[in-house]
């Protein structure tokens, strides 16, 4: 059995964790944190987990999680995983940090957009950016995985097979990508109470947004362009549901260059042939956000414009699950040499 710990257990993704995990027939649980909830039983925070875990929350102590699991999550804020993070590369645990501060390869981008100093760049080499549909050989000899945003999931899924292709112009891309109100945490929020959420949709942060650089760094990487000469425009929306991400990208076509949709289809299906989690839709099939509502799975339609010279591409994955806590599971999985579906294989609620 792999021991793992889950520390910030009790924000969303971290009982996402929970929940895939108790039903991982390979994982034991044996480390959940919480500084609130210190002590108390788990399904007291989380009564839907009654009867399926018998944890209690401990308080975050780095040395008694490290020297226990065989595995850690981190499932924090940014900001504070570096000494998560350093331990666990020291006592040689795998760690698989959920959130943000080891998915930029420089120090100085990540600064730049999280206006915080990174306290070991020199872990920053090592950390593998785990998207496992394209990073999978590293993941396997990884000893850090940072997991990938919920929108650069979606928008990565979405471009990589056209990426270095010669067809379009990686650089220019444009994502317009929607968001249920479970991406921001579960935290106190007026941006996030019902009267601001429901019947409403509002972009946000737009030309600022901190997963704009994370997509640059790895389309840049996937069509050999330099990440500094990237001009991707990444317009974030907050949506009025609970779960979910619908990714639209719009690729401008290389001059001279006119693929037919059934070619461009042809080039994902094979990209992503033998991908148990990536569904590539039929011409005219677009993807919703309740196709992969609690599941690991991604959906993906497209089309080309031709009036336009412009491919469009569609993705829909659950942001807790494919984009936060199930993907983390599918690199634990890997990490551990188990099939990638241990435990995230089933299928989502549907309606
Ligand atoms: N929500 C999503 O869809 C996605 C989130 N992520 C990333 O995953 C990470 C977790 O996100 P999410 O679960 O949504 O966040 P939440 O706000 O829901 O949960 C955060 C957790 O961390 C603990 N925590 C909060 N503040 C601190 C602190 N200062 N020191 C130590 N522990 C703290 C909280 O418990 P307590 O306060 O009791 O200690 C809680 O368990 C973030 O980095 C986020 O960006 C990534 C992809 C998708
Ligand atoms: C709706 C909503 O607020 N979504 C969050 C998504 C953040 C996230 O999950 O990503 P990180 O792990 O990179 O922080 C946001 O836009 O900040």
Redesign the pocket.
Same mark, same amino acid.
């Given at each position: 059995m792999i021991r793992a710990a889950i520390?910030? #257990?009790?924000?969303? &993704?971290? #009982?996402e964790l929970v929940r895939l995990l108790t039903r991982h027939r390979e994982v034991e649980l044996v480390g959940l &944190?919480?500084? @609130?909830?210190a002590d108390q039983p788990y399904p007291n925070v989380y009564p839907h987990m009654s009867g399926q875990v018998d944890l209690a929350?401990q308080t @975050?102590d780095i040395d008694n999680i490290t020297d226990t699991a065989d595995v850690v999550f981190l499932?924090?804020?940014?900001g504070?995983s570096v000494p998560w993070v350093a331990e666990c590369v020291r006592k040689g645990k795998k760690v698989v940090d959920?959130?943000?501060d080891f998915r930029l390869r420089r120090a100085a981008v990540y600064e730049q957009w999280y206006h915080v100093t990174h306290e070991a760049p020199e872990l920053l080499a090592e950390a593998v950016y785990g998207l496992p549909e394209l990073k999978r050989e590293q993941i396997q000899k990884a000893r850090i995985v940072a %997991?990938p945003?919920?929108y650069p999931t979606a928008s990565l899924l979405s471009v990589a097979p056209l990426c270095g292709q010669g067809l379009i112009r990686e650089d220019r891309l444009i994502i317009d990508a929607k968001?249920g109100a479970?991406?921001?945490?579960?935290?106190a929020n007026l941006a996030l109470i019902y009267g601001e959420v429901n019947e409403n949709v509002k972009a946000y942060n737009v030309a600022k947004h901190r997963h704009n650089p994370e997509i640059e760094q790895e389309v840049a990487e996937r069509a050999g362009l330099d990440p500094d000469a990237m001009a991707i425009t990444f317009t974030p929306h907050l949506m009025p549901m609970t779960r979910g991400i619908l990714a639209t990208v719009y690729a401008d076509l290389k001059e001279g260059v006119r693929p037919s949709a059934e070619e461009v289809r042809d080039l994902y299906r094979q990209f992503y042939a033998g991908e148990p989690f990536i569904h590539i839709m039929d011409e005219g099939v677009w993807p919703q956000t309740k196709w992969s509502y609690g599941s690991n799975h991604a959906f993906i339609g497209l089309t080309v414009e031709a009036r336009t010279g412009r491919i469009i591409i569609t993705t829909a994955i659950d %942001?807790?699950v494919k984009? #936060?806590s199930g993907q983390a599971i599918q690199n634990m999985n890997i990490l551990f040499g188990l099939p990638e579906t241990t435990g995230i294989e089933a299928a989502g609620i549907y309606p």
């Open positions: 520390v910030g #257990a009790t924000g969303y &993704t971290g #009982a &944190t919480s500084r @609130q909830y929350c @975050q499932a924090l804020p940014h504070l959920l959130g943000a %997991n945003g919920c968001s479970s991406g921001a945490g579960r935290n %942001n807790l984009g #936060a």
